[in-house]
């Protein structure tokens, strides 16, 4: 918290950690999104994956939790010096695993593909539920009571009263909302000075 009293504005990506840097009584902005013009959905696509989770592989994503679905669930992401275990327990039920960094396209031809996406971490995975959102994907949080940040947007999209994953994403979290509210930020550090 010291550290960011020496700033002019903190961004932040989602509501619980809005009202937690608020309750430090520093100047905050939610600014988080996703390109929405990229990641969409395409019907021409064919939806054979019935689970995708697109995450490193580390204890804190949490792969080993959802291995049981076997050769249902695609992973995709690095290997972390500490995911080992997550990597073995997914080989053991038959997960299909594909490891390393990928293109982008890839990553987006996989959430059209993908019937569910399915996030069993305990943080993290904002980007993950957004990108999905926005190719009209609602995504499963495994702990939502424990990755509060991530099922924060689950929770606004279930309140907002829009008809689609895709349609709220667009609307609330789309490339143009994310930099109208870097910009609004950057503004209001200069009018400080």
């Given at each position: 918290p010291e550290?960011?009293?020496k700033v002019n504005i903190v961004f932040v990506e989602s509501?619980?950690?809005l009202s937690a840097v608020r309750a430090l009584g520093l100047p905050v902005i939610k600014a988080f999104g996703t390109d929405t013009d990229f990641f969409k959905p395409n019907p021409l696509v064919e939806k054979e994956i019935e689970y995708f989770y697109p995450a490193t592989l580390s204890p804190w994503k949490r792969q080993?939790?959802?291995a049981y679905l076997g050769d249902k669930l695609l992973c995709v992401g690095t290997l972390q010096p500490d995911g080992v275990e997550e990597l073995?327990?997914?080989k053991a039920n038959g997960v299909r695993i594909e490891q390393g960094y990928f293109a982008v396209q890839k990553i987006l031809k996989?959430?059209?593909s993908a019937k569910n996406v399915i996030i069993p971490a305990v943080h993290g995975s904002e980007r993950t539920v957004l990108e999905a959102m926005s190719c009209n994907i609602l995504p499963t949080i495994l702990y939502p009571t424990i990755n509060k940040r991530a099922y924060s947007y689950i929770k606004e999209f279930e309140s907002s009263g829009l008809k689609s994953p895709r349609e709220f994403v667009?609307?609330?979290y789309g490339h143009k909302q994310f930099a109208k509210q870097l910009l609004k930020g950057i503004n209001q550090c200069l009018k400080s000075q």
């Open positions: 550290n960011l009293k509501d619980p950690i080993s939790d959802i073995e327990a997914c996989y959430y059209q667009v609307k609330r």
